[in-house]
């Protein structure tokens, strides 16, 4: 996620350090700065796991001026929301509509998240071109801060994030599913009175199911057996 | 979320069991249930802050079976994914795809995570009436627990908040502002030939902006007092 950098500003915990590298390395952001950091030690490095590549390209530096230099879009984040809409400083958006909004554009993101005791002061928060809150609880607002960072880029990967291709059924498939599924009813005697509900049970059933094209098979296969067992298609094996 | 139960099965770090503890209480989760566990320590507690009222209302079982006890439906978890469309043991729903489609729902889920290192074994998966796994990095797939799990509540948190109330503006309002602005560009003597890209450009810029019913109100004084400053408005005050 070349667009994007993260800032930790006076990250208290090594240890969340290293689980703010990992989950980077697990969403492909690569990109880390920190403003005056607690000293990197091995709670870091085994927390990072295979995510210490990005804990060794990390930059520290000493003010947040410095970390926000190559940056066009400064982006704060803060637990703390119920102020008011008079409040502009904490004024926000959630991840998923922060994600959404900028998905493509050719910007270069500052992600700012705060110390793990207070968060961001108000004064940085003022610097922020957009803030990013992410809805919790409001008895139990505050995140850890490797969650709160997991938890946003995750937003902005999945924008971007292409499924596995599993092929699905099209509606013929689902169609001839259904007629098998009408004539092992007949075949196995099933009530007059009911097979109508029947059929509609099961053609909702698959509707709902999203069905793969694989799955599709399989079923046509399982039906088709049936029909023979039951004897209603001797002349096919 | 009390058609939620968490389930750790095996976990093998006391800290991440504490970081689920904390992450369920951000997201309103309150049932935890761990299968053999390790034991529960000074870094659980420190970890899960002001969750720890769900550590000390977890319940401990020796087997799956226990844990899944009065649930309806048992879904899995895996970061492991591209084995083909085949292999129906792992094929998935996105965190997402999942909440949205329990919402409302009046059923209770299981919601399995594997230990650290492994993972869910496929007989495990096996047992499970739905899979899930979080879109991630092919080159690192696997992420951290309790960020998988603060992950996945999330996005079942996020299917029912209501977002704090801020009052929108309204077509009227956004028209008001333009013409405004459109009079400012006369008071100011901006260049004739200029002032239709000029407008054009306001107007877009309000109509992506989300803009408040508070916003508008302070745009709207700004842009009165620009007026009175250059002395289009001599008469008001």
């Given at each position: 996620?070349?667009?994007?950098r993260?800032?930790?500003?006076?990250?208290?915990?090594?240890?969340?350090?290293?689980?703010?590298?990992?989950?980077?390395?697990?969403?492909?952001?690569?990109?880390?700065?920190?403003?005056n950091?607690?000293?990197?030690?091995?709670?870091?490095?085994?927390?990072?796991?295979?995510?210490?590549?990005?804990l060794?390209s990390?930059?520290?530096?000493?003010?947040?001026?410095?970390?926000?230099?190559?940056?066009?879009?400064v982006?704060?984040?803060?637990?703390?929301r119920?102020?008011?809409?008079?409040?502009?400083?904490?004024?926000?958006?959630?991840p998923?509509?922060?994600?959404?909004?900028?998905?493509?554009?050719?910007?270069?993101y500052?992600?700012?998240?705060?110390?793990?005791?207070?968060?961001?002061?108000?004064?940085?928060?003022?610097?922020?071109?957009?803030?990013?809150?992410?809805?919790?609880?409001a008895?139990?607002?505050?995140?850890n801060?490797?969650?709160?960072v997991?938890?946003?880029?995750?937003?902005?990967?999945?924008t971007?994030?292409?499924?596995?291709s599993?092929r699905?059924?099209?509606a013929?498939?689902?169609?001839?599913?259904?007629?098998?599924?009408?004539?092992?009813?007949?075949?196995?005697?099933?009530?007059?009175?009911?097979?109508?509900?029947?059929?509609?049970?099961?053609?909702?059933?698959?509707?709902?199911s999203?069905?793969?094209?694989?799955?599709?098979?399989?079923?046509?296969?399982?039906?088709?057996?049936?029909?023979?067992?039951?004897?209603?298609?001797?002349?096919?094996k």
């Open positions: 996620m070349p667009g994007f993260v800032v930790l500003v006076r990250p208290e915990n090594q240890g969340n350090i290293g689980a703010v590298a990992r989950a980077m390395a697990n969403f492909e952001f690569d990109e880390l700065y920190m403003v950091p607690v000293a990197i030690g091995d709670d870091a490095k085994r927390r990072a796991k295979h995510g210490n590549f990005i060794d990390s930059v520290t530096v000493g003010t947040l001026e410095e970390a926000l230099d190559g940056c066009d879009i982006v704060g984040t803060t637990g703390i119920n102020l008011g809409e008079k409040k502009f400083v904490r004024n926000y958006e959630t998923a509509e922060f994600a959404e909004e900028v998905a493509g554009r050719r910007r270069k500052a992600l700012l998240f705060g110390p793990e005791g207070l968060g961001l002061f108000n004064e940085e928060l003022l610097k922020c071109d957009r803030v990013i809150s992410i809805p919790t609880s008895e139990y607002p505050v995140l801060l490797s969650h709160a997991a938890v946003v880029l995750y937003e902005i990967f999945l971007g994030y292409a499924r596995d599993v699905l059924s099209v013929d498939d689902r169609e001839k599913l259904n007629m098998h599924f009408a004539e092992l009813l007949d075949a196995v005697n099933y009530p007059e009175h009911k097979k109508e509900k029947a059929r509609l049970m099961f053609r909702r059933l698959v509707g709902r999203n069905l793969s094209k694989w799955e599709f098979f399989i079923m046509m296969g399982v039906i088709t057996r049936s029909l023979y067992a039951v004897g209603r298609r001797k002349g096919m």
